[in-house]
């Protein structure tokens, strides 16, 4: 027994393929997913010059499960995002820190035949996450690779809500991030290039906004936190100075270069340079849970999930069009 599966994948010449595949259906530990939304991420793009299935923002309803699924049942609405698989048993994985186990399949390097700009896919029940009730679909799936990045920021390096913490662009990552740390109390000061996006800043729940195209220096009260989101890397100096002493820095660009920082600066103010990755599986449902408890919505377009939809969706994304999240609906 078997079950067809269209999906929509990247190509040689960076078109969208449509394809269709039949899988087996699921047992163990595997669940047989009906897609009924997915988030376009930025790190999609990186994708779609590659013969896979794209997406890994994925929502949709349970419709079979394997023989040893205990914690899911038909009709249970459930999300995943990047990573699919882990082994459990490296250093890693025993510390809770999951999202950086050695032995991880994740998007991009397995399971190419399947994501979530498709019609189903069939994952281990260990990496899909039951979506609360009072979190729509369309909010849920954002949070599911880029709510999860900055949550996880926020969880595994203690900012706190007296802290003042700075967002260094408003996309897909940073308006969440924006509205992550209004609503646990931090003072949240927002730069942005231009002035364009000053009221949807303050409107998210920043305290401050500063625009940043020509400056040379910020005139601003020193940040105990700086989270960097967005699509290319900044002018580091202009931060630098205003990042009080052992304060920490985030970098979640995902972009393939080089960090040039200003050395002398980061080793005289004794500043954290930390990397990070989205967030384990325990932070992750925390982030669900706190995102509907404290009504996180993402602010989303939505596109239809066809072929020109996801063409359309990533053109507009490419293009810097997207306010904020681009999400495909079945």
Not at 62 to 74: A, C, F, P, R, W
Not at 127 to 138: D, M, R, S, T
Not at 141 to 169: H, K, Q, S, W
């Amino acid at each position: 027994m078997s079950v067809e599966i269209t999906g929509y994948k990247g190509s040689a010449n960076n078109g969208i393929v449509e394809a269709t595949t039949n899988q087996p259906l699921p047992k163990d530990t595997q669940v047989l997913v009906k897609i009924t939304h997915s988030g376009i991420c930025g790190t999609d793009e990186h994708y779609k010059h590659l013969d896979m299935v794209l997406g890994h923002e994925g929502v949709g309803t349970v419709e079979q499960t394997g023989e040893s699924v205990t914690d899911l049942k038909v009709g249970d609405v459930v999300g995943w995002g990047f990573i699919h698989k882990v082994c459990g048993k490296c250093e890693e994985c025993l510390h809770g820190d999951d999202q950086y186990c050695r032995n991880k399949e994740q998007y991009g390097d397995n399971n190419h035949h399947q994501g979530s700009f498709g019609s189903r896919a069939i994952w281990n029940a260990e990496w899909l996450y039951k979506i609360p009730a009072g979190l729509k679909p369309e909010h849920a799936a954002p949070l599911m690779c880029g709510g999860a990045t900055v949550f996880g920021v926020i969880e595994t390096y203690n900012i706190r809500p007296t802290d003042r913490v700075g967002v260094v662009g408003i996309g897909g990552l940073g308006h969440l991030a924006i509205q992550f740390l209004a609503k646990m109390g931090a003072t949240v000061v927002v730069f942005s290039s231009t002035e364009s996006k000053r009221v949807d800043a303050l409107g998210l729940g920043a305290s401050e906004f500063y625009p940043t195209k020509g400056v040379d220096k910020l005139d601003v009260q020193e940040l105990d936190h700086l989270i960097v989101t967005t699509s290319f890397l900044p002018n580091w100096q202009l931060y630098f100075n205003i990042i009080k002493r052992r304060g920490s820095i985030y970098p979640l660009t995902a972009a393939f270069e080089n960090l040039a920082i200003p050395n002398m600066s980061l080793v005289l103010g004794g500043i954290t340079l930390q990397g990070s990755v989205i967030s384990s599986r325990a932070t992750h449902k925390r982030m669900l849970d706190f995102a509907v408890r404290n009504k996180i919505e993402p602010v989303v377009e939505l596109f239809p999930l066809t072929k020109s939809g996801v063409k359309e969706g990533m053109e507009r994304l490419r293009e810097g069009k997207v306010r904020y999240r681009a999400v495909l609906v079945a």
